[in-house]
């Protein structure tokens, strides 16, 4: 089975807005075994919607739609649809109901602009009855569409709970489809490929996929079958391979993020942490919070920029600053041990660099990074050299950072400094 993506919105088209919906849909449908065979983005004029649209229905097995779907007077996907298809629009009393629903709460009138958005093409389905997300459905010529909303949350939600589940009710013989995403960090791309050279055909008739999502590395492992247990067994058996192929470099496997992985680390073995930032400003503590119950094992972190805070708040060594300078190893260990002892946690995380783009010198160039970690027996230290603008040395830091910690729970070795 075969489908395609139409995304909609000018802001697509002029490149204002990154057009992430179509990526997510697109690994959705791959996964449950579905094809996609054609992604279009379409900016909000009525003749090239439609002609998609018509085109679409005449050489596919189903379409999603997404953008347009809103109260704007530039979201025009729904009389668009209806004009191109020759189906009049009608008021839908429930989705109506719903909208009234949703400006009550939020305190405000029906307006015409609101009420369009009850107004479907003929034979048109809800997605969402109860309301989470707007969206609709309709069978054309026995191809089945799906208008979905733009904004990436409520598209998902649609995707997952809606779409993806009814199209594999709908279509039968569809082979069953395992995939299994493993996330790397430490490892460039090119490296990666070079490792997996030696492992060529012995992944018997499992696909691998490469992609960079910076600073991390993802693979996918996807198989197709005729039975779900022997797809998972082969799943797993080439997963262990792979594992054992690259080691410690992989940090979580499907949606799990560094942070969780730290999280659920530090919570198997009862120990606390509190971070020290300088280059980093805070974006270690921002991700660790990210993670619900992260209270339970994250105590506080303090961004000390300034050579003054680091003195007044950590108690490093004016001594040492003036005699090391306030990105070195030094510096590190008297940050990351005046977190601890101050927030008195088992663990201190401390980070110092240069982020640039200036700032840097011969000795120190931009990118230099020293991350230390103290325990209650000894502190770690170490020296990196990031590449990339300030914004890529700032994600490096802090990812390198939260590894260590990562590491240092599992009994794995560090990442290699310069």
Same mark, same amino acid.
Request: include cysteine; hydrophobic fraction near 40%; charge should be neutral.
């Given at each position: ?7 909609i919105?000018?802001?697509?088209t ?6 992430l919906?179509s990526?997510?849909?697109a ?9 996609v ?13 439609s002609?998609v ?7 596919s ?14 979201d ?9 298809l ?15 629903t ?41 191809v089945?569409l ?8 409520q ?46 055909g012995?992944?018997?008739d499992?696909?691998?996929g ?25 799943l ?5 391979e792979?594992r ?43 991700r660790?919070t ?9 105590? @506080?972190? %303090? ?6 805070? $680091?003195?007044?708040? !950590? ?6 600053l *003036? +005699? ?8 590190a260990r008297?940050?990351?041990?005046g ?5 008195k ?9 240069i ?6 010198s011969?000795?120190?160039?931009? @990118?230099? %990074? ?6 209650? $027996?000894?502190?770690? !230290?170490?020296?990196y050299?990031?590449?990339? *603008? +300030? ?12 590894d ?7 009994g794995?070795?560090f990442?290699?400094?310069?």
């Amino acid at each position: 089975m075969h489908g395609e993506i139409i995304t909609i919105g000018n802001e697509l088209t002029s490149g204002r807005t990154v057009d992430l919906d179509s990526c997510y849909a697109a690994r959705r449908l791959t996964a449950a075994g579905l094809r996609v065979t054609r992604i279009v983005s379409v900016g909000d004029d009525y003749e090239l919607v439609s002609k998609v649209l018509k085109k679409a229905v005449e050489r596919s097995s189903f379409v999603i739609v997404t953008g347009g779907l809103g109260s704007t007077e530039d979201d025009m996907t729904t009389a668009i649809v209806s004009k191109s298809l020759k189906r009049p629009l009608c008021l839908d009393q429930q989705l109506l109901e719903k909208i009234k629903t949703y400006a009550k709460a939020r305190k405000i009138g029906i307006t015409p602009s609101l009420e369009k958005m009850a107004w479907l093409p003929e034979g048109a389905r809800m997605l969402s009855p109860d309301g989470r997300a707007c969206g609709f459905s309709l069978v054309e010529r026995e191809v089945r569409l799906y208008f979905l909303p733009g904004v990436p949350d409520q598209m998902r939600y649609l995707m997952d709970e809606v779409v993806v589940p009814e199209i594999l009710s709908l279509y039968k013989g569809i082979p069953v489809t395992g995939q299994r995403v493993l996330k790397l960090y430490g490892l460039s791309e090119p490296e990666i490929v070079e490792i997996f050279k030696e492992y060529q055909g012995k992944g018997g008739d499992v696909d691998f996929g490469f992609y960079p999502h910076f600073p991390e590395n993802h693979i996918t492992i996807t198989l197709k079958g005729a039975e779900e247990l022997k797809v998972k067994k082969e799943l797993d058996r080439v997963e262990k391979e792979v594992r054992q192929l690259l080691g410690a470099y992989i940090f979580a496997t499907g949606n799990r993020t560094m942070e969780e992985m730290v999280g659920l680390f530090l919570i198997e073995k009862g120990l606390t942490l509190s971070v020290a930032e300088s280059c980093t400003g805070g974006l270690i503590g921002h991700r660790l919070t990210s993670v619900p119950g992260s209270s339970g094992y994250f105590q @506080g972190g %303090v961004v000390v920029y300034s050579n003054r805070s $680091k003195v007044d708040l !950590l108690h490093v060594q004016q001594e040492t600053l *003036d +005699r090391y300078g306030a990105v070195s190893d030094e510096t590190a260990r008297e940050m990351a041990r005046g977190v601890r002892d101050r927030m008195k946690t088992d663990l201190g995380l401390a980070v110092t660099g240069i982020a640039g783009p200036e700032g840097g010198s011969e000795e120190k160039p931009v @990118g230099t %990074v020293h991350i230390g970690l103290a325990t209650d $027996k000894q502190i770690f !230290l170490r020296k990196y050299r990031f590449w990339g *603008d +300030r914004h890529k040395v700032k994600l490096n830091g802090t990812m390198m950072a939260l590894d260590w910690i990562r590491r240092f729970l599992n009994g794995d070795p560090f990442l290699p400094g310069v």
